[in-house]
């Protein structure tokens, strides 16, 4: 079992950077593969980017690459997005969700535990 909880969230101008980080608990966080999404407002939530248990590999989102950075620290259960270059349509409310099945993907089916989210608003 995983709980989580986003924190780092805000209001910024594009261009702009932004660090989102995600507290997790729990016996199988070490384990877990860790994702990112977000849901703009009115849409689906969409898959930003995904980190392997041992933070070997990293994942992202066409939208994103090269402006966004998933990390992780396992002695401290800690999930990271970094986020430079923001721009509006970044705009979204932003989960981390860990898989204990498998390491994730890019469905948010593959997820069974998700924090409560975090506003991020870019303005032009």
């Known amino acids: 079992q995983v709980e989580l909880v986003e924190s780092g969230g805000g209001s910024v101008q594009a261009g702009g950077s932004l660090t989102l980080a995600c507290t997790a608990s729990g016996p199988s966080f070490n384990a877990a593969g860790m994702g990112w999404f977000r849901q703009p407002p009115g849409r689906y939530r969409d898959f930003v980017g995904r980190?392997?248990?041992?933070?070997?590999?990293?994942f992202y989102a066409d939208s994103v690459r090269g402006r966004f950075t998933v990390s992780r620290d396992n002695a401290k259960k800690m999930v990271y997005l970094q986020m430079t270059n923001l721009k509006p349509e970044d705009t979204a409310i932003y989960y981390c969700a860990a898989a204990t099945r498998g390491q994730g993907g890019s469905s948010h089916y593959q997820y069974e535990y998700w924090g409560p989210g975090t506003q991020v608003t870019v303005s032009s």
């Open positions: 980190i392997t248990w041992n933070g070997q590999e990293t």
